[in-house]
């Protein structure tokens, strides 16, 4: 195996025994074929679309596909076996309808010729050097074509919570093939790929938009609210991941039944949402960012529900508590499928928590978010007066995604060493890093707004954006804003790829820098969008606030 996607990264270099994350060897190179495999699936697609036959169903695929890629959302060497067979299924089917409209496909890439009759087979090619990232020789054609796979990870993991919603572009489900086709493309220049990996910022800011429109227009606009951080006495089921559609399923079947709902780490910003105050039994957030999960879940004592990322490898205590569904997965671990219609069956869960302890205490009291993008708006008056005062002199916008490593106590400091001057603009998992201390306010705007997850990233921009035109301004980066960003998976790749996309400059990154950019790239990334990492805490408030 050889994985280097997120900001765990062994050495800073790859993982290459087994993934820090708890990723085996044979999983890692089943995502790699899978990937291969989707790569085959995109070129085929891309002469569907040429002749305009409905490959919606392919599309579907693929962004399915991608997102059980990302990291920490998939563990099961089954679920990629089975993906991988229904890959060269749709494929095959999607030649033979090619060739009924008498195209001839000439020339095919192994990707789209290789066949499998077996588990072991899969396996066999899976083990080849050829599918896998270390495939691509020259060092700077190997991190932009990563670079580019990452951000469309992240690209189809928000399209696929759209989808659920019944939201769907057939422009990025375009771009997505076109991107992968091209990544297995010797002609292209380094030039060309930089160029397509900035186009893939452009679809990353289509993507959001259509998350955010799916989301609001299903849940309406999130508004301010006070999250209950303490537990009641009632069994219970914790919900993790990204994905509202699950949350709803879930509300929907728990109603009444005496079970409560809580929520961890990435759902924290459903209670938001105005549509899931009327749900009696949701009762707050339980715990921190996805990496505690091993003590929290121990404490939770209900079971638990993986809709997407971010999984820890769960203990034995409790394994058989754990539950995943969606493009998530984990050996041993009971996967609920959908229906056809995207209809899910919780009721084992709910039994389960019936018989089950109520969750122990591990925090009191609440804390507040809902400042995505309309809830600002409507406080504009308050925030554009702050800024003319001076009573607010500069936002951080310190969104993505918190993580294990110590050196991203960072973070805490950072926020704990602002000064009182400031605001933090959050979302994503990141916020755990500061959401509760207690930074007080300026004149009763928080000093930590939380947009909400990683996607609402979207929410900052556009709020950026009408900043911007507020105080009547050229270019974005006039504003009084810095970027201090926290990555960890690929979700926070396609983030920075649509901020680039948006034209902010200076965009600090950390707390290390991909092992996946190679030294030239990371240059064309600072001699054009100023990117940088972090120092230390008190250097880099300096240099923010020069
Ligand atoms: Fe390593 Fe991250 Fe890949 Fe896991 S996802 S194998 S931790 S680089
Ligand atoms: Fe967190 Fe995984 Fe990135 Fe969605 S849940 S931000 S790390």
């Known amino acids: 195996m050889f994985c280097y996607q997120c ?18 060897a044979e999983v890692a190179n089943l995502q790699d074929l899978l990937i291969y495999t989707i790569k085959g699936i995109s070129i085929l697609a891309n002469e569907g679309r040429k002749i305009e036959i409905n490959i919606n169903q392919v599309d579907k695929f693929i962004v399915n596909g991608l997102f059980m890629t990302i ?54 090619k899976s083990n080849s050097a050829d599918v896998g990232v270390l495939a691509t020789d020259n060092e700077d054609v190997r991190s932009l074509r990563e670079l580019i796979i990452y951000g469309v990870k992240g690209m189809a993991a928000y399209a696929h919570h759209a989808y659920n919603l019944g939201k769907e572009n057939n422009e990025i489900y375009a771009f997505i093939t ?28 289509d993507v959001m938009a259509l998350l955010d ?57 459903a209670h938001y949402y ?18 505690k999960q091993k003590e929290e879940i121990e404490a939770f004592n209900g079971p638990v529900i993986f809709t997407t990322n971010c999984i820890v490898p769960p203990k034995d205590s409790y394994k058989n508590r754990i539950y995943t569904t969606g493009a998530s997965g984990f050996p041993g ?67 993505g995604c918190d993580g294990r490593m110590k050196s991203r106590d960072y973070y805490t400091d950072f926020a704990k060493q602002l000064p009182d001057d400031t605001v933090i603009l959050t979302a994503g998992c990141a916020k755990y890093k500061y959401n509760k201390l207690a930074l007080g306010d300026i004149g009763g705007i928080p000093r930590v707004l939380d947009a909400g997850q990683c996607n609402d990233s979207y ?40 901020l680039l996309h948006l034209g902010v400059k200076n965009i600090h990154l950390g707390p290390t820098l991909p092992a996946f950019l190679s030294p030239n790239v990371i240059n064309v990334l600072v001699n054009t969008f100023g990117i940088a990492g972090i120092t230390n805490v008190q250097d880099d408030i300096d240099m923010f606030l020069q």
């Open 71 to 124: 990291t920490n959302a998939n563990f099961d060497d089954n679920a990629f076996y089975k993906t991988i067979k229904e890959g060269l299924k749709l494929r095959e089917e999607l030649k033979k309808n090619i060739e009924s409209k008498g195209i001839v496909l000439k020339e095919l890439h192994d990707s789209v010729t290789w066949i499998a009759e077996s588990d072991a087979e899969i396996e066999l």
């Open 333 to 399: 671990c009971k996967h609920i499928e959908a229906d056809e219609k995207g209809n899910k069956d919780f009721s084992e869960i709910i039994q389960h928590a019936k018989k089950l302890d109520s969750p122990t205490e591990i925090e009191t009291g609440s804390i507040v978010g809902g400042f995505a993008h309309a809830q600002v708006f409507a406080l504009a008056d308050k925030v554009v007066d702050a800024v003319k005062t001076g009573a607010i002199k500069k936002f951080f916008v310190m969104a």
């Open 178 to 205: 076109k991107a992968l086709e091209a990544t297995l493309d010797d002609s292209l220049s380094a030039d060309d790929l930089v160029a397509l990996t900035l186009e893939t910022g452009k679809y990353g800011v």
């Open 274 to 291: 105005p549509a899931f105050k009327k749900y009696g039994n949701f009762v707050g957030n339980y715990g921190n960012a996805w990496w």
């Open 7 to 24: 900001q765990e990264a062994a050495k800073g270099t790859g993982c290459t025994l087994a993934g820090v994350c708890g990723k085996k």
């Open 459 to 498: 929410s900052l921009a556009v709020i950026a954006l009408k900043l911007k035109e507020i105080f009547e301004l050229n270019d974005i980066n006039e504003l009084p804003i810095a970027y201090n960003i926290a990555w960890y998976e690929q979700k926070a790749v396609i983030v920075l790829l649509a």
């Open 213 to 269: 429109d799916a989301n609001t227009s299903t849940y309406g606009n999130p508004e301010i609210t006070q999250v209950n951080i303490g537990v009641r006495k009632n069994p219970a089921i914790l919900i993790s991941g990204h994905d509202l559609n699950d949350l709803e399923q879930l509300l929907e079947q728990t109603k009444g039944t005496g079970v409560d709902v809580y929520t961890h780490s990435e759902m924290l910003p």
